[in-house]
């Protein structure tokens, strides 16, 4: 009686310690994002400046600032329509990782450039997608933008700024963009100079090794000669090539600081 007893008391203590770990692990599941650090599951994210193809259009994050002080972030995008269809009107909803659904407002809405507010963020969130649909086409795909916590650009303040102001902004950030350009390829031209040097600094040394070779190995040397002159001949084409782009981009920078410079005539003239 007594052993049947105690084979009983242990079931039954089995049977409370698989209840405590399955209400531990619930528990634990739906209270981790208030305990644990909001970026410790933060990977989703768009990368700012790259065209993504959707619906015969393509789409350009420029910009994705977070105010925490406001719980607000600011999002600035580029839409080129190739499709000319006229559909140019777009939705767009945000949703938090955990299913919380911010407020989007639209503060500007062009045919190719959106300036929207994400109102009422989280304070302890972690990912944001922001999914834009065409408005006119109920049945066309969605895109799908992301942030996280550790990626997004913190500022202090969301400044609200009228056309004029937004505009200005706009052409800065193009400006910016234009200048990180023309130095990645300048940076490349370096390379490409280096190595043509370094290719001719080996031409040269087989020429003059040239002196002690049989007929058939001088031969198989001009032949070494030849595809290496080819290579320093493609290297210096692609510097000239690059030297034609930066040329390109200083053109546009003075074309948009035209821009800029109108669009401060007319602030002044209103």
């Known amino acids: 009686m007594r052993i049947s007893f105690l084979k009983k008391g242990k079931g039954n203590l089995q049977f409370y ?27 989703a994210y768009t990368v700012l400046g790259q065209e993504k193809a959707w619906n015969g259009r393509k789409v350009t994050l420029l910009r994705w600032d ?28 945000s949703m938090e990782r955990l ?3 911010p407020i989007v407002k639209t503060i500007i809405e062009q045919e190719d450039w959106v300036i929207l507010r994400i109102c009422n963020v989280p304070k302890r969130w972690s990912e944001l997608l922001l999914r834009i649909s ?41 400006i910016t963009a234009y200048q990180k350009k023309i130095e ?10 280096k190595q043509n040097q370094t290719i001719l600094e080996e031409i040269a040394r087989l020429e003059s090794e040239k002196i002690y070779q049989t007929e058939e190995e001088q031969e198989e040397t001009d032949q070494i000669m030849r595809n290496a002159q080819l290579k320093a ?16 981009l200083e053109k546009k920078i003075r074309l948009t600081r035209q821009q800029i410079k109108e669009v401060l005539e007319n602030d002044n003239d209103e």
């Open 17 to 43: 310690i698989i209840i405590f770990l399955f209400i531990a692990g619930y528990v634990f599941f739906f209270t981790s994002n208030f305990w644990m650090p909001a970026d410790s599951s933060a990977n």
């Open 66 to 93: 977070y105010s925490e002080a406001e719980q607000m972030m600011e999002v600035e995008l580029d839409i080129k329509n190739n499709t000319f269809d006229g559909q140019n009107t777009y939705q767009f909803t």
């Open 99 to 101: 299913g919380e659904r």
């Open 134 to 174: 065409v408005k006119e086409d109920s049945n066309a795909e969605h895109l799908s933008l992301y942030t996280n916590i550790k990626k997004v650009n913190r500022v202090d303040a969301l400044v609200m700024k009228d056309w004029n102001g937004y505009r200005q902004g706009r052409f800065e950030q193009q």
């Open 184 to 193: 990645q390829k300048q940076e490349e031209i370096e390379q490409q100079q």
């Open 233 to 248: 001949d493609g290297a210096e084409d692609t510097a000239e090539q690059l030297k034609e782009e930066i040329k390109e």
